[in-house]
């Protein structure tokens, strides 16, 4: 069942849900039209089309209709024909390139899908995520991230700030401002470079920190 009639049956399901809850005196019409979405006027219409005809009252009659924008039928055998039988094993990017040379007018993606729906192509698997979720450091310490964060954080004065973070627990280790990330930062970033006070980790001020 495509989704657009699966849909419509949905729709003509809740209508009479309403519509047996407004004859049995549950629902106000403009209750049962508000569980529909619509206004008391479009709930009337239908009500007097179902009352009439049934659920067949409440059919929208243009699903059955084909649409005026398809393509003819010979136009996509054609384009069937000259893949088989000049073009067989091209990749559609390349076929395409003579579709058009050649007078075509489709666009891209209308070509890629009838070649894949007749199966003279085939579809390409869909690519992996680029960024996967992974799991954390099973403890702590095994990991540490490490990243600095150039920005103007005292007025005219930009500096680096250099965070180092457990994977495992998020737990911040160290946090501090020097004037340029660096190898000295990146070896004073580790877990004895702070100290615990009251919960909040303080940096050891350095020579080149501002």
Request: charged share 30%; with cysteine.
């Amino acid at each position: 069942m495509r989704r657009t009639a699966w849909l419509q049956e949905i729709r003509m399901t809740r209508f009479e849900e309403a519509f047996f809850g407004w004859t049995e005196s549950r629902l106000t019409q403009e209750e049962a039209a508000r569980v529909l979405g619509v206004c008391t006027r479009t709930f009337r219409r239908w009500s007097e089309r179902y009352e009439e005809a049934g659920r067949e009252g409440l059919r929208d009659k243009r699903l059955p209709q084909a649409s005026q924008r398809c393509a003819p039928v010979d136009e996509v055998l054609a384009l069937m024909a000259r893949y088989r039988t000049g073009h067989s094993g091209w990749n559609v990017k390349h076929f395409y390139t003579w579709y058009r040379r050649d007078g075509g007018g489709r666009s891209y993606t209308w070509v890629k899908t009838r070649l894949q729906v007749a199966g003279v192509v085939a579809r390409t698997p869909r690519r992996r995520a680029h960024r996967q979720r992974r799991e954390a450091a099973p403890w702590p310490g095994m990991l540490l991230h490490q990243d600095g964060s150039r920005h103007e954080w005292g007025l005219g004065q930009r500096w680096d700030l250099i965070v180092t973070m457990d994977d495992a627990t998020n737990e911040h280790y160290l946090m501090f401002f020097c004037t340029e990330e660096g190898t000295w930062s990146s070896l004073r970033g580790g877990p004895g470079g702070a100290r615990r006070q009251g919960g909040i980790l303080f940096a050891v001020h350095g020579s080149r920190q501002s």
